[in-house]
């Protein structure tokens, strides 16, 4: 029986380790950062799940892009990956940002202080939790039928995870841009090297492909 | 509906393009080459199919290796992959290299001059098909229930279906030791640069993956 992982995969930060601005809003769940910067290297693959025209590379970058499902049973996400409301939700009409197809085709918990009614889109479900990450990555590997579990982001709900000793894999895709000011996943690679081995793999589009498993 | 892929997956060659010795025997898939040589990045890994220590690595290596059952619903092999008889049968008793539990998982396609019954080890069922190229992916794509199709060599299996322009992607690691002699899958990548983009990722333990895709 394997061992069932938590795993962040595909997270871009640009290269001074920002994921997104600060001041997220309806119509921009990225802040004053253009995503378009961050996910730019995902979007040329063949394997993007978005993709409308055929074509796309098959490089290192789609290798990546494609593993994102591979064995994965369930996500966990902050409340912020899912919408940019605070405090009690206004409403439950709205039903996040990924759309009537989420990219996800498993159960996601979504932490929230707030819970509300869990409700699914398409083959993925939305379960609103308000628990600490210990007992909401026991709730998302039952779910997970025996697969992995992926820690999908952002970077609060990362760093709280990697605070609690909980992630296994981390993959971080670092742009070749810099952004200045943002969330900020860390300020070097090098802090986690006490707790995870690093490899970092370049890729021919600029981006640098950061592995980390644990120690 | 994607697009039914031909691929060639962790397909090990030395630097000079060796993936095998000539002399090979029941006892020496690879002949006179040592395939320590050239699987032991593969090895090294936490996916790696074979392992029975926990831990192994978790970094770019691993990525391939993983990747290696992922989305395929079918394997084409030469013959010389499947065993190291010539010619007529000499009996149906033995089957194949690859012990009770292969590790397709899946329909494999044994090109041969000389057909036997099919049969089946664990999950993975063996024909074998007296056929050219073309004909045979065409088998191989009505078994693989709309995945793609995995070539799995030898060399002259692979050669075999470049010149028949049949393959989509190949992902050849190359690895840091010379062999010499033996059975050679090119004199250097360049040689199929006419007709793919390549992308060469470099490994922390040596090891350079050469990506290809149709242009």
Redesign the interface.
Known sequence: MPQQLLRVQNFSVSSDGIAAGEDQSLDRPFGHVDPGDLFAWAEAT?SWPYRTAPGG????DD??V??FS??IGAEIMGRNKFGPQRGPWPDHTWHGWWGNEPPFHTPVFVMTHHPRPSFTLSDTTFHFVDADPQTVLQLARQAAGGKDVRLGGGVTTIRQFLDAGLVD?LHVAVVPVKLGTGLRLWNTPEELLDRY?L?V????TGVA?H?F?RR
């Open positions: 063949a590379t098959r490089g290192i290798y990546f494609r593993d591979h064995n894999t081995h490899e793999v370049p890729s021919p492909h592995l498993w």
